[in-house]
C-alpha cells in the first residue's frame, strides 16, 4: 500500500478495466490507489474498517458489487466471490457447472468463521497475532 509504482499501476489499469476486483486485503491496494472512493466494498473482517481510510464505504459482508467494483471478504470468501462474479458476467447456469466441476459445496468443521460467530478466546488471540505482526513490519 505505501509502494508508490504498485499503487500507479494499479490506479492505470484499473481506470480502463471492465471489472476491477480483489479479496481479502487486496481491497486496500485498490482504496490506496483510490479505485474504491466511494464505493462500497469489504475485505478481511481484521481490516473492512481500513477501507474507510481511503473514502471507500467498508461493508461487512463475503461479496460486495458496486458498479463495476467486486471485493472479497476473507480467503475462503474468494470462492463465493468468483462463483457470484462468474455468474454476472457468463451467467448462473455457468457459475452452478464451475460450482459442480470444482465440487464447492461447503462443510466447515466449526462455526467460527467470523467475529459473530467466534469464540472471545479465538478472536483474542487472532488480535494479538496481527498485532504482532504489524509491529515486525513497522520500518
Request: net charge neutral; charged share 25%; with cysteine.
Amino acid at each position: 500500500m505505501k509502494d508508490t509504482q504498485t499503487l500507479d499501476w494499479v490506479r492505470r489499469i484499473g481506470g480502463d478495466a471492465t471489472w476491477v476486483t480483489s479479496v481479502c486485503t487486496g481491497a486496500l491496494v485498490l482504496a490506496a490507489a483510490g479505485l474504491l472512493a466511494c464505493y462500497q466494498g469489504v475485505c478481511h473482517w481484521a481490516s473492512w474498517h481500513k477501507l474507510a481510510w481511503f473514502r471507500a464505504e467498508p461493508v461487512a459482508d463475503r461479496t460486495v458489487f458496486d458498479r463495476n467494483r467486486v471485493t472479497g471478504g476473507g480467503m475462503t470468501a474468494g470462492t463465493d466471490f468468483a462463483l457470484a462474479l462468474t455468474a454476472v458476467i457468463r451467467g448462473e447456469d455457468r457459475a452452478k457447472f464451475v460450482q459442480l466441476s470444482i465440487e464447492y459445496d461447503p462443510s466447515p468443521p466449526f462455526n467460527s468463521d467470523s467475529p459473530e460467530k467466534s469464540d472471545a478466546t479465538t478472536i483474542a488471540r487472532y488480535r494479538a497475532m496481527v498485532a504482532k505482526l504489524a509491529r515486525d513490519r513497522e520500518p
